[in-house]
């Protein structure tokens, strides 16, 4: 054991100083596999969906939704990608990633990542962001985001530590999530019922997903007005109510639902309209007591940058697994800490969100986003996947991001190469 190494297993120094006396690891390949199992599943339940841009066109508007009352369970198959990055001394293990991201990361990324330092990590972003002019949003910046996070399970890994303490955590015992409720139905009574359960498992803070928007007329903005209403007289003063609508809508009609739903106090509307339109974000946040939020489609610290000097966001919701990984979250953090606005990760996934959030002040991360029903199948393949117990995640004490594959559950798999 060196002497940096034995005053870190002492506590004399964070994680990080290790580095400083760490011979670089080089990169000697970068894999993509593929899982392939089944699922339980029960068609045509839980399918709920939410209000899209496209929906303005009637041909491509779908009719309101109804859960079958009479569903059949069954299995489905599922798959999923993960990505591997080895070293001769360590390897880094993380998923899933989707599969257009994976393709870039293999006929883009990886011929560039051979022979590279694995520990190098703020170089080698730099280096991948500035190896493609496209780089700064999309696909491969999402391929950059894939990789960066499997290198930070990497060097856990060889530091024998859990992400959050390489990044300075953590800040507390467990993260508090919030319940994510898509795909849940939106019927009155439905809706109700589930809102007053999602309560009693513990959850403080509770997101609703909006079916309609501006081309289904004043009709469809009622019954996103009752929605609100229905839920909040639901659970109560108590439990703080967000409301989703995935850009569906545009300024003109999430300022008169505004008016006619502040009463009813929610927490924050998201993603009110397309993620380009900052002054869109802004005139609403000046217009309404309800806070602003979006995120998920903010990709990078120059496109949040720009949305805080707007003053047009009082949350921000970006994601590491698309907005250019842990590392580039870890900056988005510190930027929002200027402006005094929180950042509560979009929870696409949960692996690297819940590492940042425990590796910063509750004032900067205070919630991570628990989607219910994804979670359900989303990590199928893990050992140990990521649960809520009591609306708290628990901080994982192996190192990395500690992913494991069940093999009971994988029944084949695959080193998937695109030509």
Known sequence: MTSVNRRHFLGLLPATALLAETPPLKITAVEVWQYHGHHDTTPGVDQQYQVNPLYIYDELRPAPYRDNPNPTPGKSAISAYYLKIKTAEAEGFYGP????????????????????????????????????RLSRRGLFLMAISAVDNTLWDLRGRYFKTPVYRLLGGPSRASVEAYASCLGYSIEPEKARARAIAVKNEGFRYQKWFLAYGPGDGYEGLKKNVELVRVVREAVGEETELMFDVYSGWDLTYVLEWAKLVERYRPRWIEEATQAEKIGAFAELRRSTTIPVASGEHIQGRWEVYDYMKEGALSVIQCDPEWCGGTSELVKICTLA???????????????????????????????????????????????????????????????????????????????????
């Open 337 to 419: 800490s200027l402006y005094d606005v929180p950042v509560i990760p979009h929870g696409h996934s949960i692996h690297a969100a819940l590492h940042v959030i425990a590796s910063q002040s509750p004032a900067v991360c205070p919630l991570a986003e628990y989607l219910i029903l994804k979670m359900r199948s989303y990590y199928h393949f893990e050992k140990n996947p990521p649960k809520v117990e009591r609306a708290h995640l628990k901080l994982p004490e192996t190192p990395g991001y500690g992913i494991e594959i069940d093999d009971a559950k994988a029944e084949s798999r695959e080193l998937v190469r695109w030509n």
């Open 97 to 132: 990633i989707d599969k257009e991201v994976a393709i870039v990361v293999e006929q883009q990324l990886r011929p560039f990542l051979i022979g590279k330092d694995a520990l190098a990590g703020e170089k080698l972003w730099d280096q991948m962001y500035r190896s493609n």
